[in-house]
């Protein structure tokens, strides 16, 4: 009795040793931040200005364009889980995740650019090449950003670990989106001197040549661990780590609303202070100040240490809410305005900080209750896959919501119908969407505080593990 006790006390205490000594150094988690800010400076574009770009630069409707983008976004979503399922599958010397971020950065920077670029195309054509590229540039994002949160819980196994090495990626990834909404518009001024098509080919090509180059750097300085023991994972042993995997359900379905909402507001912007508010020039003046919610996401380990994870979502989830009301009453007042629009960009900012770290944590819940470790596939769904497919209904509803109020982007002068269609789906259709996943990660609150239970048993079977393998 007492040898089994002291065998089991000799695990512990090696499943200790082995959390105690599983640091990632700080150099490694800004080049792993580098992958999400050479994301978002390329896709942060596409998700803010796609459907204006579509409609008062590349020259096609607002119906037209609102379907595209949820088509290309449909495609994208079943890409997610392919993606996952192909990361699962990946067996190499640079591990499961680490090789993709070389082999898609290429493909990813020339399909975004070509995306932005309008052909002497005209009609039906021209249309397919929209659309064409449209998933051809999301699908490589999808093949580039899945791996950013799937890599994670392979580069460390301390909880705060991951959630430090995940605040600086958000935060570095906020730098990305910065550079993305507020320069790219005045940027592909300066270069088009009159040709708006010419100016955003040229703007966005240069912002993909620094996307490639960050992603590169973050692929050389990588390192996952333990990838010796990995094992390649079949599609059943995928789908299998969701069985009763209730945490992973719940981040998968509020990170959805998440993003749906932010797409809607983010989609309708551009048209807001264009014509709401009387001013192309604010689109880019309010977009720098989303810089703003790094104040957030830098401080969201401080308010995870006494809110904990599900409190911390559920306070800037509020908070997000709380700036586009504050918006909606601000009316024509431009400096009421930006107060509450620096609000909501905190809040959303940091809520998008705390969904990406919390998908990793639902991989070890999947691995202790199904005995299967599906990196790639879990948060495969659980972050590219919401993000897909959140923007590609939060585009579609925007555009929806635009033409049902009568929206003509050849009018410089928009009905009263069209003004109260857009204030509406700007500040108030994301209230709406945000508060499903504001309740959503209040039920969460029962699974994160089963945690210590998950942690603390995996530790002890990685160790029996460990020593198993040395005895062999």
Request: glycine share 8%; net charge positive.
């Amino acid at each position: 009795m007492s040898s089994n006790a002291s065998h089991v006390d000799s695990n512990t205490a090696s499943a200790q040793a082995l959390l105690a000594n599983d640091t990632l150094p700080w150099h490694r988690k800004i080049t792993y931040g580098f992958t999400d800010m050479s994301g978002n400076l390329l896709y942060c574009i596409i998700s803010s200005y796609m459907l204006y770009f579509f409609t008062n630069v590349f020259g096609l409707t607002v119906g037209t364009a609102g379907v595209l983008l949820l088509i290309g976004r449909i495609f994208d979503a079943i890409g997610a889980p392919v993606m996952g399922i192909l990361v699962d599958h990946t067996h190499s010397k640079y591990g499961k995740s680490r090789p993709w971020f070389l082999w898609m950065s290429l493909p990813f920077a020339v399909f975004v650019w070509l995306l932005f670029t309008t052909p002497a195309l005209s009609g039906t054509a021209k249309i397919i090449y929209a659309g064409v590229m449209y998933i051809l540039a999301d699908l490589s994002y999808t093949a580039m950003s899945t791996p950013i949160t799937s890599v994670l819980p392979n580069l460390t196994s301390s909880t705060d670990g991951r959630m430090q090495a995940n605040s600086v990626r958000l935060v570095l990834g906020n730098v990305g989106n910065f550079f993305a909404v507020t320069f790219i518009i005045p940027f592909a001024g300066l270069l088009g001197n009159g040709n708006q098509q010419r100016g955003w080919s040229l703007a966005v090509g240069i912002y993909s040549i620094v996307a490639l180059i960050l992603l590169l750097i973050a692929f050389f300085d990588m390192r996952e661990k333990n990838i010796e023991s990995e094992k390649v994972i079949t599609i059943k042993e995928s789908l299998k780590a969701t069985k009763g995997n209730w945490p992973w359900v719940l981040i998968v379905v509020a990170n959805l609303a998440y993003w749906t909402a932010f797409i809607v507001r983010n989609a309708s912007m551009p048209y807001y202070f264009q014509y709401n508010m009387g001013s192309t020039g604010l689109i880019s003046f309010f977009n720098g100040f989303t810089i703003i919610q790094v104040i957030g996401m830098a401080s969201v380990p401080f308010f995870v240490k006494y809110m904990h994870k599900w409190g911390t979502t559920v306070f800037m989830l509020a908070l997000t809410m709380v700036g586009q009301a504050w918006i909606g009453f601000a009316g024509a007042n431009t400096t009421s305005a930006l107060i509450g629009w620096c609000i909501a960009c905190i809040g959303s900012g940091s809520a998008c900080t705390m969904f990406f770290a919390m998908v990793g944590d639902t991989v070890d819940f999947g691995e202790w209750k199904t005995g299967v470790r599906a990196n790639g596939f879990l948060t495969a769904i659980g972050a590219s896959f919401c993000i897909q497919m959140g923007s590609g209904f939060g585009s579609f509803i925007a555009s929806m919501l635009l033409k049902g109020f009568g929206f003509n982007a050849a009018d410089k002068t928009q009905t009263a119908s069209s003004l109260s269609g857009i204030s509406f789906t700007f500040v108030w259709v994301p209230i709406i969407i945000y508060a499903i996943s504001l309740i959503l990660m209040i039920v969460y609150r029962k699974w994160e505080n089963h945690e210590p239970v998950v942690k603390a048993d995996l530790a002890e079977r990685h160790a029996q593990d460990a020593k198993a393998a040395a005895a062999n």
